[in-house]
C-alpha cells in the first residue's frame, strides 16, 4: 500500500535555527510529491512541489525540499527559521492518482 | 484569489442523526477530494472526483458514507447515521494537475 512517513512528530526549535524535516513515500513508479503547511486558525497552503527535473525545489517563505529517489526521500529545510513559521508541516505524494498525507509534524518556534 | 469554499463550517450532531458538508471547489478545477482529518493525524482520503465520476472512494465506509457531484462542479458528503468516531475535521480540496488548494473544512462533532 502507498504510504507516507514523518519522522518527527513535534519539533522544537529557537528563531534563526535551520530546520530540517524528514518525509519518505513508498511507492515504486512515478511520484509527485509536495510539502503543505497549515498556520494556527488557517487551512492548509501549498508550500512547495516536486514534478520532475532539478531535484532542489524551492518554494514559499524560503523553504526548499530535495527529492532523493534512491532514498524515497522529499526532505523540508529551511537554513534559519521565524517565529512565524510556527505551524503544522504535511509532506504528501501522489502517485497514479492517489493522494497520500504522512501525519504532519509540528514545528513550534520559540522567539 | 479563488478559494474552495465550505459549509458549514462547524456541525454538531447527535448520533445516529444525518449530516452533509457541501464544497465548491475552485472554478475549473476537474479534480475534487473530500478528506477525514483526525487530530493529531494527516488526511485521509475518503473520495476523489474526476469532474462528476469517483475515481477513487476506497477508504470511503459506503454503509453509511456517501459523495455526489452530479454535475461535475460542487459536491456533498453525506453521512447517515452519524457515529462518535466520526467526529474529525472534514477538508475538501480541488486541483488542477495535482497541485490541491484546500478549504477551510467543516469541524464535525457527534455527540
Known amino acids: 500500500a502507498q504510504s507516507v512517513s514523518q519522522h518527527n512528530h513535534h519539533v522544537i526549535l529557537s528563531e534563526a535555527a535551520s530546520l530540517e524535516l524528514g518525509c519518505n513515500y513508498s511507492?515504486?513508479?512515478?511520484?509527485?510529491l509536495f510539502w503543505y503547511v497549515q498556520y494556527p486558525g488557517q487551512h492548509l497552503q501549498l508550500l512547495l512541489k516536486?514534478?520532475?527535473?532539478?531535484?532542489l525545489v524551492k518554494g514559499i517563505k524560503g523553504f526548499e525540499a530535495e527529492f532523493i529517489k534512491s532514498k524515497f526521500s522529499f526532505n523540508l529545510r529551511k537554513p534559519s527559521v521565524q517565529w512565524s513559521d510556527t505551524a503544522e508541516y504535511f509532506c504528501?505524494?501522489?502517485?497514479?492518482?492517489?493522494?497520500?498525507f504522512g501525519d504532519g509534524t509540528t514545528l513550534t518556534v520559540k522567539p | 484569489e479563488a478559494e474552495v469554499a465550505q459549509s458549514p463550517r462547524y456541525k454538531i450532531t447527535e448520533k445516529s442523526q444525518a449530516v452533509a458538508f457541501w464544497c465548491d471547489p475552485i472554478?475549473?478545477?476537474?479534480?475534487l477530494y473530500w478528506y477525514r482529518q483526525i487530530l493529531g493525524q494527516g488526511p485521509e482520503l475518503l473520495v476523489q472526483?474526476?469532474?462528476?465520476?469517483?475515481?477513487?472512494d476506497s477508504q470511503l465506509p459506503k454503509d453509511r458514507f456517501s459523495a455526489e457531484r452530479l454535475k461535475g462542479v460542487d459536491s456533498t458528503l453525506k453521512i447517515q447515521p452519524a457515529e462518535l468516531g466520526d467526529s474529525a475535521m472534514y477538508l475538501c480540496?480541488?486541483?488542477?494537475?495535482?497541485?490541491?488548494?484546500f478549504g477551510p473544512g467543516t469541524r464535525l462533532t457527534v455527540t
Open positions: 480540496a480541488s486541483s488542477l494537475l495535482d497541485e490541491q488548494y
Open positions: 516536486y514534478f520532475s527535473g532539478d531535484p
Open positions: 472526483f474526476q469532474d462528476e465520476s469517483v475515481v477513487d
Open positions: 511507492y515504486g513508479g512515478t511520484v509527485n
Open positions: 504528501a505524494a501522489i502517485s497514479a492518482g492517489k493522494s497520500t
Open positions: 472554478s475549473g478545477h476537474a479534480t
